[in-house]
C-alpha cells in the first residue's frame, strides 16, 4: 500500500506556471505507474497526465499537451507535474493517483485504473 500527499497548488495568473509533487511513502514511486487526475466544480474528474511504471513512457490529455510534463524522481520518491502556460481552464483540484503493483495495463486514462489516491491539492488560474 501507498500514501500519496499532494503539494504545490496555489493561485497564479494565466500564463505563469506551478509545480505539483506528489509525495509517496509505504513503498516506492517506481514500484508503480503513477498519474494525475484533475476535478473542476460541476465537472467530472478527468485525466491529465501518466507515468508508466517503468518511467520510460508518458502520456497526457490533449488540453494540457506541451504545456505540462510529468516526471519522477526515485531518489525523492516524487511524482511532479510541471505546468507551464497555465490557462484559466486549468482552475481544478488536482489529484495524484496509483495504479496497483503489477497493473500493466495500457489504459492511463481511465481513472477506475488508479486504486490509491491522493487528497487533492487546488490549482486557481485567474484571468
Known amino acids: 500500500q501507498v500514501l500519496l500527499v499532494e503539494s504545490g497548488g496555489g493561485l497564479v495568473q494565466a500564463g505563469g506556471s506551478l509545480r505539483l509533487s506528489c509525495a509517496a511513502s509505504g513503498r516506492t514511486v517506481s514500484s508503480y505507474a503513477m498519474g494525475w487526475f484533475r476535478q473542476a466544480p460541476g465537472k467530472e474528474r478527468e485525466f491529465v497526465a501518466a507515468?508508466?511504471?517503468?518511467?520510460?513512457?508518458?502520456y497526457y490529455a490533449d488540453s494540457v499537451k506541451g504545456r505540462f510534463t510529468i516526471y519522477r524522481d526515485n531518489a525523492k520518491n516524487t511524482v511532479y507535474l510541471q505546468m507551464n502556460s497555465l490557462k484559466p481552464e486549468d482552475t481544478a483540484v488536482y489529484y495524484c493517483?496509483?495504479?496497483?503493483?503489477?497493473?500493466?495495463?495500457?489504459?492511463?486514462?481511465?481513472?477506475?485504473?488508479?486504486?490509491?489516491w491522493g487528497q487533492g491539492t487546488q490549482v486557481t488560474v485567474s484571468s
Open positions: 507515468i508508466s511504471q517503468s518511467g520510460f513512457n508518458t
Open positions: 493517483a496509483a495504479k496497483a503493483v503489477g497493473n500493466y495495463s495500457p489504459i492511463y486514462s481511465n481513472h477506475h485504473e488508479y486504486i490509491y
